[in-house]
Antibody, heavy 119, light 106 residues
Framework: EVLLVQSGAEVKKPGESLKISCKGSGDSFTTTWIGWVRRQPGKGLEWMGIIWPDDSDTRYNPSFQGQVAISADRSINTVYLQWSSLKAADSGMYFC????????????WGQGTQVTVSS | SYELTQPPSVSVSPGQTASISCSGDKLENKWASWYQQKPGQPPVVVIYQDKKRPSGIPERFSGSNSGNTATLTISGTQPMDEADYFCQAWDSSSAVFGGGTKLTVL
């Protein structure tokens, strides 16, 4: 089983940059799809995008394309979600999640990273 | 883009059966999954591949998928089952989530 551990909560000001991380355990981490999901108060789960850490092949939800960047460092089993200029509307809880080997569901989730953007 | 529709809320009395629907075009041609999320916690998969239960998920959780509708059924609902539930399917490499259903046990 892959265990996903995310970086801690962040409080930022509008316009600042941010990079949060998701570190996985296990030999198969780099050859499995890792996605990012957002949950904001009063809203549901939103799919942001997914990456294959072994070659950094990345697919974005069009709604988030250009708003965030997903990257990976295979040498340390870590996937990242990055913003270059945060907005208040980016506040929320962000989860990384692993797509299982059959490709049919998200079988492991990180604990979540709370991002608060406020002046 | 593909869309999944869920009722915003479902209420059930303890010990009764709760059913949560998830509608999408030809959903039966896709694998449907269901996730339970409680406040402050990450989602947990309770049903995958339409009707399979991961280890550790109680037998009272079951799923089906036919036509345009997938259904999560909780038999003998317990107070601990109160949570938000999300259905999910894949549209190519993108996960698609339903809007979520708040299950209230009262």
């Amino acid at each position: 089983e892959v265990l996903l551990v995310q970086s801690g909560a962040e409080v930022k000001k509008p316009g600042e940059s941010l990079k949060i991380s998701c570190k996985g355990s296990g030999d198969s981490f780099t050859t499995t799809w890792i996605g990012w999901v957002r949950r904001q108060p009063g809203k549901g789960l939103e799919w942001m995008g997914i990456i294959w850490p072994d070659d950094s092949d990345t697919r974005y939800n069009p709604s988030f394309q250009g708003q965030v960047a997903i990257s990976a460092d295979r040498s340390i089993n870590t996937v990242y979600l990055q913003w270059s200029s945060l907005k208040a509307a980016d506040s929320g809880m962000y989860f990384c999640a692993r797509r299982d080997a059959s490709g049919s569901y998200l079988d492991s989730w990180g604990q979540g990273t709370q991002v608060t953007v406020s002046s | 883009s593909y869309e999944l529709t869920q009722p915003p809320s479902v209420s059930v009395s303890p010990g009764q059966t709760a059913s949560i629907s998830c509608s999408g075009d030809k959903l039966e041609n896709k694998w449907a999954s269901w996730y339970q999320q409680k406040p402050g916690q990450p989602p947990v998969v309770v049903i995958y591949q339409d009707k399979k239960r991961p280890s550790g998920i109680p037998e009272r959780f079951s799923g089906s998928n036919s036509g345009n509708t997938a259904t999560l059924t909780i038999s003998g609902t317990q107070p601990m089952d109160e949570a938000d539930y999300f259905c999910q399917a894949w549209d190519s490499s993108s996960a698609v989530f339903g809007g979520g259903t708040k299950l209230t046990v009262l």
